[in-house]
């Protein structure tokens, strides 16, 4: 995410740093840097104009350039500058209680994703124990009804539409006698979509709206398409009023300027981003974790809710429990990558523990997902005795012979043993202490 802004973001902190002690010419160059970094990712120009106004006046005092690390000050100023330009952010969708029910509206351009973040939204009230219903109000794009039935499907979720209805506020109201039926608690509509915003689409919402009165509006924006996602939020915000954006596109080459420059320019918060094409790829938008992101620090608290949603609590609790034993065998070791993995695809989830989105670069053409296929095939190889305790089993011939049973090198198999090894003991050592402690420990 945003890797172009990161990279000119960390260099233009590299000038400053470079700089040692720090006058007001140089500071001003360094931010020349951000400036330009600001401009590429294409943030909007008043955006950019006010970020580098409020950044520079507190830069540029003495506080600042006379305190022990000028550079440091600056990284974070920026930090506060980006939380403050993104936030602040309600994420609640205001829904009403269990026994009414509550009307999502959901606009937005054609392929900006909406029918997918309709899905996306779906899964995630089903999950909190909501029954959602979803309705088929794009009667533009023809396709769009069956999209959204194969998305149901998929889901278990139910969806509402009428093929033979011209009028999209028709079958919205249908749609909501429908829910009351099914005992539904909350209504999605996937309205239409428009390649470009246009009066008739506007009309169309307008109608919608004044007639279904939803709770919440959501634009669904492209966040690839940068400025152009400012404008159409701005243009669907003069008509209808936006409870909130959602970004979709965030794990492509979203370049950063549609996330900085939304709220600022729209005053609508951003409430969620879309991550991936599948359904469970949708995330709250936190203005300080994408900050973080951005200034390539991480974001780890996503990391930990989503571990908290995805791990099995009863596996980690029974490896806690191994670990407090001084017990931690390659099958332990394997279990946790797999956990792991199901925190998405490694580059994306490298990228949100502090520190690791550099060392991305580092990697080159390295393929974390295919080191793990390699290093799950070794441990396939063995012997159970041999994953209880490689360093002492495994000799030279049973390495040859694991080696050609998982397709690797002799050398790659002593490698993972000479790495199962240091974890082993760090594992244990880890067992029983704190998060804080942990991290202490990690970082030494
Ligand atoms: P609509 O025309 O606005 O309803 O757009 P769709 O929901 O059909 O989405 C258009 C395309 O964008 C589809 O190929 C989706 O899979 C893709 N898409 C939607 N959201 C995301 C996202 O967050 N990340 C990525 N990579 N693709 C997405």
New binding site residues.
Partial sequence: MFEALQDGLTSAFKTLRGKGKLSEANMRDGLKLVEKSLLEADVSFPVVRQFMADVTEQAVGEKVLKSLDPSQQVVGLIYQELVNMMGPVDNSLHLLGKDQVTVLMMC?????????????LGRMLKESGRKPLMVAA?LQ?PA?ID?LHVIGEQLGIEVFSDRGQKDPVTVCNEALKQAKKLGADVVIL?TA?RLHVDDELMGQLQRIDRQCNPHQAYL?V??MTGQDAVNSAKAFNEALELDGVIL?????DARGGAAISVKHVTGVPIKF?????HLD??EEFHADRMAGRILGQGDIMTLVEKAQREFDQDEMLRQEERMKKGEFTLDDFKSQLSQIKKLGPLQKVMGMIPGMSGMKDAMGDMDPEQDMKRLFGIIDSMTADERRNPTKTIDQSRRRRIAAGSGVEPHEVNELVKQFDVMATMMTQLAGKGMRERMKMMRQ
């Avoid at 981003?273 to 094409?277: F, L, P, R, V, W």
């Fill in positions: 937005g351009l054609q392929g900006s994703g909406k029918t997918t973040t309709c899905g996306k794009d794009r769009a999209q996937d979509g669904v492209d966040g979709t596109k965030m794990d492509g981003i879309g991550t991936g094409e790829a949708l």
